[in-house]
């Protein structure tokens, strides 16, 4: 699979592969996280989230880690399809309200 | 309606004209909330409903941006004499409450010739 230590705003992986985009946060009083995919023209969707009471949650192919010791958060996709090309972005919130979005990572599938 | 809905979806104007932007949120969601995506970015925060009060308007650039939500549901986001630098995408989203999920609609197009 390919991964990421940093942030790079752009990752190129082949059908098939896992893929891991990562992201730091800035809030370390910040208690939700949530990941977001968002295609060209479209608005961000939904994909998982995360509270800091928690470092692993897991959905279908994807698992969200939270590491609140570094602040950093990152993104598993399993088994990478064509579909899930497109832009993500981590989001904090800190006593609800306005969410904060990290700088977006742009996935390109290849099959 | 089964998800957050947004008119126009792209919208054209002239500098120094006024334009109105409507979010219809998912059914029940008292929480509402106004962001603004430059090319390239990631949305940022603009204003924040918790039912018919404007909760934090924090993010409004200056005021030239008003937003209402008066029956606490459909919202319009108000900017009065257009600038070219209000040119962005204009996302709208809801949740049930604050501190969960966020539900984005898919955005109006502004530009500003």
């Known amino acids: 699979g390919e991964s990421v230590g940093l942030h790079l705003p752009t990752l190129s992986v082949q059908e098939g592969d896992n893929s891991i985009i990562n992201c730091a946060y800035s809030n370390s009083a910040s208690d939700y996280f949530i990941w977001y995919k968002q295609e060209s023209g479209k608005g961000p969707q939904f994909i998982i989230d995360i509270r800091s009471n928690m470092d692993k949650r897991q959905g279908q192919r994807v698992t969200v880690l939270l590491n609140k010791t570094v602040k950093h958060l990152s993104l598993q996709i399993a088994a990478t399809q064509p579909g899930d090309s497109a832009v993500y972005f981590c989001a904090e919130n800190n006593a609800g309200t306005a969410l904060i979005f990290g700088k977006g990572t742009t996935l390109s599938v290849s099959s | 309606g089964a998800g957050v809905s947004q008119t126009p979806s792209n919208k054209v104007t002239e500098k120094g004209k006024y334009v109105e932007l409507r979010c219809d949120p998912i059914?029940?969601?008292?929480?509402l909330y106004w962001y603004r995506q430059s090319l390239g970015q990631g949305p940022e925060f603009l204003i924040y409903?918790?039912?018919?009060?404007?909760?934090?308007d924090s993010g409004l650039p200056n005021d030239r941006f008003f937003a209402v939500r008066p029956e606490g549901s459909v919202s319009t986001l108000k900017i009065q004499r257009t600038e070219r630098g209000d040119s962005a995408v204009y996302l709208c989203?809801?949740?049930?409450?604050?501190?969960?999920?966020?539900?984005f609609g898919p955005g109006t197009r502004l530009l500003v010739l």
């Open positions: 059914s029940g969601h008292t929480a």
């Open positions: 409903f918790q039912g018919t009060g404007a909760a934090d």
């Open positions: 989203a809801s949740s049930s409450g604050t501190s969960e999920t966020q539900y």
